[in-house]
């Protein structure tokens, strides 16, 4: 399975949406998660969907980022809204087959996207 995403520049207070494409696997049978790593800080996890609407957010972005996805393109989407610079960071798509409690762990998912840059400016 190989991700693909896009990201981009974004003043503070504006909108992102990133986007991962699944191939060699379709996206309805994966668990998509979405996390970040800030310049100096550890890989965190951001957002995942457990199943078609059961999601899971860290709480820095709770109410402003909202994950999705799309089995016909066979992508996961990430809304930013309200952007804030502490947002700023490489961003990874990833996937595993099956849901896990260990959800918030890098070390759980097998597939991942070469990562994307979002920066927010002030």
């Known amino acids: 399975v190989q991700l693909q995403r896009w990201g981009g520049l974004v003043q503070a207070g504006g909108s992102l949406r990133l986007s991962c494409v699944a191939s060699?696997?379709?996206?309805?049978?994966?668990?998509p998660v979405w996390f970040r790593q800030a310049p100096g800080k550890e890989r965190e996890f951001v957002a995942g969907?457990?199943?078609?609407?059961?999601?899971y957010y860290t709480d820095s972005v709770k109410g402003r980022f909202t994950i999705s996805r799309d089995n016909a393109k066979n992508a996961v989407y990430l809304q930013m809204n309200s952007l804030k610079p502490e947002d700023t960071a490489v961003y990874y798509c990833?996937?595993?087959?099956?849901?896990?409690?260990?959800?918030?762990?890098?070390?759980?998912?097998?597939?991942w996207g070469q990562g994307t840059l979002v920066t927010v400016s002030s």
């Open positions: 969907l457990r199943g078609p609407s059961t999601r």
């Open positions: 060699g696997r379709t996206i309805s049978s994966l668990t």
């Open positions: 990833a996937a595993r087959l099956y849901w896990t409690v260990a959800y918030g762990s890098r070390d759980q998912y097998p597939y």
